[in-house]
């Protein structure tokens, strides 16, 4: 199976900017479905965004708020989480997941079958 391992995390004051990356082995990265998910302590874990293997389909989370952007490189086999104007509320472990195959993204944790060991994100008040 694809492995995902996740970079870019680490200690921000709000307002500040953080670039996460995504990078996967294997041949067919194209073929797989993207999601970014976190997990603050004591809370559930909770999709962020995502993107389809082509690139073309990207979904936010409402709490996002224009902030972040999703993108891709596939010649890379990267997918990068461009996170701006980070708040406290964004502290959390965040997560790449990917998904080969399927029709369409998905918001569900549960729809992916691969997953990094995540990255952590703290930003101060």
């Not at 976190?38 to 708020?65: L, N, W």
């Not at 980070?86 to 990917?98: F, N, Q, R, S």
Request: charged share 20%.
């Amino acid at each position: 199976q694809v492995q995902l391992v996740e970079s870019g995390g680490g200690l921000v004051q709000a307002g500040d900017s953080l670039r996460l990356s995504c990078e996967a082995s294997g041949r067919t990265f194209s073929l797989y479905h993207i999601g970014w998910f976190r997990r603050a302590p004591g809370k559930e874990r909770e999709f962020v965004s995502a993107i389809s293997g082509g690139g073309g389909t990207r979904d936010y989370a409402d709490f996002v708020q224009a902030r972040f952007t999703i993108s891709r490189d596939n010649a890379k086999n990267i997918v990068y989480l461009q996170m701006n104007s980070l708040k406290p509320e964004d502290t959390a472990v965040y997560y790449c997941a990917g998904r080969q195959g399927g029709l369409t993204i998905s918001r569900s944790s549960y729809y992916y079958a691969n997953w990094g060991q995540g990255t952590q994100v703290t930003v101060s008040s």
